[in-house]
């Protein structure tokens, strides 16, 4: 027909190559997928869901939770967009609404939603240049599938500088830590999730 055309393509596939690349597709759509919904008060700023701001407890989970092999959801144009359309329901959702979390990451595109508050607080010692930072963290972990709550805990971390910021984030990052590797007696949170997630009910 007039204005079609047809392209003919010889080529040679490598099975071995094809099948390899088959597999890390299959690997990387199974692997879940994580967003946040923290309220985090911060050396008295608060940082909410509905502020676009990245917290320092968000930075330390994307980053940790990378390290291990899971996949972040992105802040990109499109997620912040349908997040905006979600106002009102972010902070309920961090707050401990397992149904707001399961909606919103259900909208974002999610297999999992990180819940919770995180305190962060300046205890400053008499007669020091240092400032020691505290930081508690209450974190649960929403199956979007389901909308159950498949893990929670609670952290503690603490850190001393001059620099009361730079300590605040290693407080948080060691609170983290604790919480994604567990201890004695009490399983990570990445454990407990593992043990009760069902791939197929999403």
């Known amino acids: 027909n007039k204005g079609l055309f047809t392209v003919r393509i010889l080529c040679y596939v490598d099975e071995k190559e094809f099948n390899n690349y088959m597999e890390n597709v299959l690997i990387s759509k199974s692997r879940p997928r994580f967003m946040t919904l923290i309220e985090e008060t911060n050396l008295g700023k608060k940082i909410t869901p509905e502020s676009g701001e990245q917290s320092s407890t968000e ?26 359309k979600q106002k009102g329901n972010l902070s309920l959702a961090a707050q401990g609404n397992s149904d707001l979390a399961k909606k919103i990451g259900t909208e974002v595109g999610t297999e999992f939603v990180i819940i919770g508050t995180v305190q962060i607080e300046e205890k400053e010692k008499p007669d020091s240049k240092f400032k020691t930072v505290h930081s508690t963290l209450n974190l649960k972990i929403v199956d979007v599938g389901t909308g159950a709550i498949v893990a929670s805990g609670e952290s503690y971390g603490g850190d001393a500088s001059s620099n009361p910021k730079f300590a605040s984030m290693n407080s948080v990052s060691y609170g983290v830590d604790e919480l994604l590797n567990g201890t004695t007696g009490r399983p990570s949170i990445i454990r407990q999730m593992l043990k009760k997630w069902n791939p197929g009910s999403g």
């Open 59 to 84: 930075a330390a989970l994307s980053s940790k939770l990378n390290d291990l092999g899971f996949d972040f959801v992105q802040r990109t144009g499109t997620v912040i967009n349908l997040l905006k």
